[in-house]
């Protein structure tokens, strides 16, 4: 017995520890991995226009330097005066601004250059524009500098990436850009780019401004990618030690999500060989198509790593915690289980007919010193009690050998006596325990329902774990006072009635159809809402949810697994007073023809051994208790309606005059 208590007490006061500590540490663990990696997609987010703008500034300084070039003196002379030595000013100003290709269009080719480069368009409407525009392999070939062998690229199988027959990448990726050149006699357009195929510099760069910070870059760690199409064209990122990932290809997920959507991708991605922390940002050309992606991202490894640390070290300290509780509690409940053992050694010794035996001083004042004061004090009694009767027994022995025949009438009296005097006493005894039992058990009760309140009061949101047996407990105690207050309410209405407002309906419905969805969305019925513009009328709006959600329910619970619920609010009239009726329709079996009467009746109801046969009886107290009229009737195609109709509440009438 005293191991069961000490188990149970064991358990009573480490169960918290066992189950609620770990639901918290899961709780909060799985809160701080959101948080954390929350904050990586804000870096790689971060990081990601970072690049952005370095491309935007590129392209923007090229843009300059073109506008520059056609606006420069040096140029007009040279077109006007020395146009032989063209050809050397490009090439000189072209190293200058480290352009791979600057050239000058006359206006003639430059109409012709119009067509095929919206850049060239605007430039000869005379507005400079830049855009990241994709050459054919036969225009680069058509450029100096050998641009077709650079930009040309070996495909590499790229697991996860979309199946293709290609197996080379000949097309050019160019920060293309064009300006406007207004000199007499030289009228056209100055055109200028920067090949970003196996541009290292352009992508190095980018890496080296975004990964400054070694947190989240460092070597080799965070890279950087220029893809055309979904072609790593430019790229930190390794096959290998010393071999960049040029030819390798985007997975299928993120091509379908950044080319064919248009989004921004930031999450994690499988990189060529490894988890990356990834932001991917679409790039369009100057026709508005999307044509390529800009990416950072850095490795995954070393966050993860972090974060299975944390956990170690969360399960590592509650393991250790949970270590030492044990031992401290069984420590500090001696002072409980010592008392106990003795009580136990005391009774033990009754038992075995030592009267004497007693607990003496625990050197407690609770309510275990208490109990032991109180079983010491009984003890006292019996054996006053059985020393009492001792004597007692005696001189009736010397009594009975003096004055046998007179004492055997007495005798009887006396055993007859003595026998009325055990009932009664029994029967004393059993009233006295019952009382007793009775207040000993509403104590306990009282203190378990005021500690569930503390409970839950107490626990707040740390309560989920027990919230279903917490909840168990309201909704039997709910039944019931439902129920009752059901009856209550049938008899006596208006002792239960709320404060009736102004409503729209058409509001209230919407309601009461969210509060009904868990049985709608289990069922293949299908809902028809025809809500017209009424007029309010005066009801309690509780009251009318009531209504009409138990109007619903009866619907659905006749229509079974299928069919159509249709519910329409229309203004309606009658005997001149305006109003608005609410119809509720079913495509149910309908109503028996010789039970339509009855449906309102209380304690009617056709769904055996469930319900009360009230819903509708209240309903239709609800109803004429705000002056309308609630009516039922079968329709000619299948199923049942019933209508409410309530008339329009006075202020609406003054306004309507």
Same mark, same amino acid.
């Given at each position: 017995m005293l191991t069961s208590v000490r188990l149970r007490l064991l358990t009573l006061a480490l169960l918290p520890l066992i189950v609620l500590m770990?639901?918290?540490? &899961?709780?909060?663990?799985?809160?701080?991995?959101?948080?954390?990696?929350?904050v990586l997609i804000a870096n790689v987010e971060s990081d990601l226009r970072i690049a952005e703008q370095y491309l935007a500034r590129i392209m923007e300084g090229t843009g300059l330097d073109l506008r520059g070039i056609s606006e420069a003196a040096d140029f007009t002379n040279i077109l006007m005066q020395e146009p032989e030595r063209a050809g050397q000013f490009f090439e000189t100003k072209r190293a200058e601004l480290g352009l791979d290709f600057l050239y000058y269009l006359p206006r003639g080719a430059a109409q012709d250059a119009a067509e095929r480069w919206p850049v060239v368009q605007t430039a000869l409407q005379g507005t400079p524009r830049t855009a990241v525009d994709i050459f054919a392999a036969k225009d680069l070939e058509a450029l100096p500098g050998r641009l077709a062998g650079r930009a040309r690229i070996q495909l590499i199988a790229t697991e996860a990436a979309v199946p293709t027959q290609r197996t080379v990448?000949?097309?050019?990726?160019?920060?293309?850009?064009?300006?406007?050149?207004? $000199?007499?006699?030289?009228d056209g357009v100055l055109v200028g780019g920067i090949l970003l195929n196996r541009n290292l510099d352009f992508i190095d760069t980018i890496n080296a401004l975004v990964y400054l910070n070694a947190v989240t870059g460092g070597e080799r760690q965070g890279t950087a990618t220029l893809f055309l199409?979904?072609?790593?064209?430019?790229?930190?990122?390794?096959?290998?030690? #010393?071999?960049?990932?040029? =030819?390798?290809?985007?997975?299928?997920?993120?091509?379908? =999500?950044?080319l064919d959507k248009g989004q921004t991708w930031l999450d994690r991605a499988f990189v060529v060989n490894d988890w990356y922390i990834s932001g991917y940002l679409p790039i369009t050309d100057s026709f508005g198509e999307r044509v390529g992606m800009l990416y950072v991202g850095f490795l995954e490894a070393p966050f993860a790593a972090a974060k299975r640390e944390a956990y170690l070290w969360m399960i590592g300290a509650f393991i250790a915690?949970?270590?030492?509780?044990?031992?401290?509690?069984?420590?500090?409940a001696g002072g409980i289980f010592a008392p106990l053992e003795r009580m136990t050694q005391t009774m033990q010794r009754v038992e075995d007919g030592d009267l004497s035996a007693r607990n003496g001083s625990i050197g407690s004042r609770d309510e275990i010193g208490q109990v032991a004061a109180h079983l010491d004090s009984l003890l006292n009694q019996i054996q006053d009690r059985d020393r009492d009767l001792r004597t007692w027994a005696g001189e009736l022995n010397e009594r009975v050998d003096q004055r046998t025949a007179e004492l055997r009438e007495a005798n009887a009296?006396?055993?007859? /006596?003595?026998?009325?005097?055990?009932? *009664?006493?029994?029967?004393? *005894? +059993?009233?006295? !325990? /019952?009382? =007793?039992?009775?207040?000993? !058990?509403?104590?306990? $009760?009282? $203190? +378990?329902? =005021?500690?569930?309140?503390?409970?839950?009061?107490?626990l707040a949101d740390n309560a989920e774990p027990v919230r279903t047996e917490l909840d168990l407990i309201d909704r039997q105690v709910t039944r019931i006072s439902a129920i009752v207050g059901k009856l209550l309410q049938f008899a006596r209405p208006g002792e239960y009635a709320e404060t009736a407002t102004a409503v729209d309906i058409p509001p209230i419905v919407a309601d009461c159809l969210v509060l009904? %969805?868990?049985?709608?969305?289990? *069922?293949? +019925? %299908?809902?028809?809402?025809?809500? #017209?513009?009424?007029? *309010?009328?005066? !009801? #309690?709006?509780? %009251?009318?949810?009531?209504?009409? &959600?138990?109007?619903?329910?009866?619907?659905?619970?006749?229509?079974g697994d299928q069919g159509r619920l249709t519910l329409k609010v229309s203004p309606q009239s009658r005997e001149g007073v305006p109003g608005a009726c609410l119809t509720v329709q079913d495509t149910g079996p309908g109503i028996p023809a010789d039970r339509i009467a009855s449906v309102f009746d209380p304690f009617y109801t056709t769904k055996i051994a469930e319900g009360t046969g009230l819903g509708l009886s209240i309903s239709q107290t609800i109803v004429q208790?705000?002056?309308? &009229? +609630?009516?039922?009737?079968?329709? %000619?195609?299948?199923?049942?309606?019933?209508? $409410?109709?309530l008339p329009q509440t006075a202020g609406r009438e003054m306004a309507a005059q």
């Open positions: 770990p639901l918290l540490l &899961i709780l909060g663990m799985t809160r701080w991995t959101a948080d954390y990696d929350e990448e000949d097309r050019g990726m160019v920060v293309h850009a064009a300006a406007p050149v207004r $000199v007499p006699g030289h199409e979904d072609v790593r064209v430019s790229t930190n990122v390794r096959l290998f030690e #010393d071999v960049r990932a040029l =030819g390798t290809r985007v997975s299928a997920v993120v091509r379908s =999500g950044v915690v949970l270590a030492i509780s044990v031992p401290v509690f069984l420590w500090l009296k006396l055993e007859q /006596t003595f026998q009325q005097l055990v009932m *009664s006493e029994k029967l004393a *005894s +059993i009233g006295e !325990i /019952t009382a =007793g039992v009775a207040h000993e !058990i509403n104590n306990p $009760v009282a $203190v +378990i329902q =005021g500690n569930v309140d503390v409970m839950r009061e107490t009904v %969805e868990h049985m709608l969305t289990r *069922s293949q +019925i %299908e809902t028809v809402t025809v809500l #017209d513009q009424v007029p *309010s009328v005066r !009801i #309690d709006p509780g %009251e009318l949810q009531q209504v009409v &959600i138990n109007l619903i329910v009866n619907a659905l619970q006749a229509m208790r705000a002056g309308g &009229i +609630i009516s039922a009737k079968n329709l %000619e195609a299948g199923g049942a309606a019933f209508e $409410v109709w």
